[in-house]
């Protein structure tokens, strides 16, 4: 019998009370004080009640090392069996011209071919993935550059994209810095729009003067003019905010405007908060960004201060929040990285990508799809073999069920491996979570 290598176990932050956290054995547990103390003597080989040992074997987080190995396996086998049957998300990028100059965009130093999107390569790509993703249950997300540009071809070529979606029967996800937001709400609504993804970085002060136009010119009106319009047009908004050590104090104002604006009461409006970070090159200096950590560290002291914040985004902070809303945690995650297993990402010029993380990068092509289809076997297979068993440094990670080894794209950008580490602050994250919602 061994303490189970898969165990999570910490203090709750500001608190005396403890937890364990076990994804191969789906339990979780908050230790009072004197418990915590138990355990923690217990790792350091000394003699417990016997009480509290029976306690932590009925519930896995003690077990027969084969035990453990044998459960892994089980877990692992279902864990792909559940993805081969899980939704595929696939790209496809229009173009990489954009009319906003972002402070942070990571896209500006992308070549943007002369060569632009024509019906006859949108075509091409509904042929390619009839057949290579038949059989899966697929959805499609337009990405950019910015995709909703307001010229007549644009709005052509989007009107017939959104066409060939309906007769593939397939939903559509929208990308959008949304300025043109409005303008494209009647288009939309001809197709099965899933979401429209669009970004606010602060309220109007703020978010003007990160994301404005090519030239200059605020944003900030216009895009809560689309939202609005996307609402009353039923069209559900999924509304993003990118933070750094600029714009975060401003998370409060954007929560209470919002609110106020009675955004997040309606059951077609959902928030996430992305972390700007360092993708392949950043105009943000590294003093602004963030360490995933730290952002988190920060978001928590806000809610502290302004409870209100939850209405308008809950940080998942690792297991915390699902374990809070439904009472048990997540499946082990084997696997953080969904690049060529459940996403892939498509282009104008004919090219397939990982993710959406590497599209546009012309040393990340994995082959095309115009004008004729071409696959690098052997490249697409290291994207799909990645996961916790194929990267060596996860192998003896409490975290790694939690983590799934990250990223790869980072990871990648990191080392020049795929299979190498994108490591989450899964412990710390969960130290956060369960003071934020589970102490109690």
Not at 229 to 241: E, H, Y
């Amino acid at each position: 019998m061994k303490f189970s290598k898969h165990n999570i176990f910490s203090k709750v932050a500001g608190s005396e009370n403890y937890f364990i956290v076990n994804l191969l054995t789906g339990n979780a547990d908050i230790l009072s004080p004197e418990e915590g103390i138990q355990l923690t003597e217990y790792l350091g080989g000394r003699m417990i009640d016997p009480g509290f040992t029976d306690d932590l074997v009925a519930k896995g987080y003690i077990m027969p090392a084969e035990e453990e190995k044998r459960l892994y396996r089980r877990k692992y086998l279902d864990f792909l069996d559940a993805r081969e049957k899980d939704e595929v998300q696939l790209f496809f990028v229009p173009n990489y011209s954009c009319n906003f100059a972002c402070t942070y965009c990571y896209q500006d130093e992308y070549a943007n071919p002369l060569q632009s999107l024509s019906k006859e390569i949108v075509d091409s790509f509904f042929s390619y993935i009839a057949v290579e993703f038949a059989g899966r249950k697929t959805y499609i997300t337009v990405f950019g550059g910015e995709p909703l540009l307001n010229t007549p071809k644009q709005r052509d070529l989007i009107e017939y994209l959104l066409e060939k979606s309906n007769e593939a029967n397939l939903e559509v996800c929208v990308v959008t810095n949304g300025f043109w937001l409005e303008e494209y709400v009647d288009i939309l609504k001809q197709g099965r729009i899933r979401e429209i993804q669009v970004t606010l970085d602060g309220t109007r002060a703020v978010h003007d003067q990160r994301r404005f136009l090519k030239g200059g010119g605020p944003t900030f009106e216009k895009i809560v003019e689309g939202i609005d319009a996307c609402l009353a047009a039923k069209i559900p908004v999924n509304l993003r905010m990118v933070a750094d050590k600029e714009n975060i104090d401003d998370l409060p104002g954007l929560a209470k405007f919002a609110i106020d604006r009675k955004w997040t009461i309606n059951p077609l409006f959902k928030t996430q908060l992305g972390r700007n970070y360092e993708l392949h090159h950043c105009q943000a200096t590294q003093d602004k960004l963030f360490s995933r950590i730290s952002l988190y560290e920060s978001i928590f002291e806000m809610i502290q201060d302004h409870p209100y914040i939850l209405e308008f985004y809950k940080p998942a902070f690792s297991v915390s929040k699902f374990l809070a809303e439904n009472g048990n945690l997540p499946d082990p995650l084997f696997d953080g990285c969904p690049a060529c297993k459940t996403e892939w990402a498509f282009d104008y010029t004919g090219h397939i990508f990982p993710c959406t993380a590497t599209v546009g990068k012309a040393d990340e092509s994995l082959g095309t799809f115009y004008p004729d289809i071409i696959r690098n076997k052997e490249r697409i297979s290291e994207w799909e073999n990645r996961d916790v068993t194929a990267i060596d440094a996860c192998a003896g990670c409490s975290l790694q069920l939690a983590c799934g080894g990250g990223c790869g794209s980072v990871a990648k950008n990191r080392t020049g491996q795929v299979c190498t580490t994108d490591c989450r602050p899964v412990k710390e994250l969960l130290e956060l979570g369960f003071a934020a919602y589970l102490n109690t």
